[in-house]
């Protein structure tokens, strides 16, 4: 009784941690109110994030990407969607699940091909190119014909627009999909068919309409689902999973610090471990937490720059280092 008790704590506050750091970062750049003007200004242009499909008309191209979604929203849930061209084709056809409109909610060439999601720019989840692509293409083709529910939409559990790039993910594990923790609706499942493969396609997942359930699978590691809420660990690469944000992993580098581009005086060149916990939430910017050991650093590194801890863009410690 007690363990069940203190799994029960637990889970709650990882649940409150998470929303409130969802919270926090939707609030620090503005997606709580979903920018000035409303939804019919929002940014919808090019990310820029796709390869332009012209000059690359010689191979073909598969990508995954996910946003969040359109206002308070956005500080729990994503909005995927994907994107392919065949060798030869100088565009890309863009597939996604869209609530708004009646009749077939399975939409075509809505949007541009990684153009930001009504203000919030997009994160790219999968890119397949070549060969491979071109092979995985007619399978993902025959996935969205085969889609369940293409005339039905419900924010939670599902059937939404995570449902949508999870059956696909199912129906061509080539494509290794890694839905992150916060796309609710990604474990929606029939009542009648509560076991199967998870959204990767590989693995086992045993779910009751996207509510209560556990996944083991090859990309997205252990995961618990409590009323659509995943939290877990994964383990390529090693994080952990969770609500609202995505997850959360631990990431080392060394880097050589040198005196123009420290604010201490009196260091000389040093190389120095750092440890970042980035805090990978889609969509926005990366929270990381940097923390500087001085175990290789030269003797005369002043101490109140043997221990640094940053939050937010790196200072000086990681500087030019890309998330």
Known sequence: MLSLKALSICILLVILLSLGASLAQATRHGELSGGQGGWWSARRDSSWLAPDARRNVSQAIVQV??????????????????????EGETHYSRYEVISWGSGDKVRRNS???????????PRLLVDHRGADAEAMIPRIEAAIQSYPWPNTYHAWPGPNSNTFLAHIGREVPALK?????????????????????????????VSVLGVAGVTL???????????GLNMGLDFTPLRLRLPF???MAVKTFSRIIRRAKCP????????????????????????????ASSTRAHHNVSPSTRSTSILGPPVWTAQNHQL
């Open 65 to 86: 990407y996910a946003a969040p979604t359109y206002g308070w929203k956005g500080a729990v849930a994503v909005h995927p969607w994907i994107i392919f061209k065949r």
């Open 111 to 121: 949007n541009l091909p990684d153009g930001y999601w009504y203000g919030a720019k």
């Open 177 to 205: 999909l890694d839905l992150p923790a916060n796309a609710v609706g990604k474990d929606y499942r029939p009542l009648w068919r509560p076991i199967g493969l998870p959204p990767s396609g590989g693995g086992i997942q």
């Open 217 to 227: 699978g090859a990309e997205e590691g252990f995961e618990l689902n409590v009323l």
């Open 245 to 247: 944000i995505g997850g």
């Open 264 to 291: 201490a005086q009196g260091l000389t060149d040093a190389e120095i471990p750092i440890f970042m916990i980035e805090i990978d939430a889609v969509g926005f910017h990366p929270i990381s937490f940097f923390v």
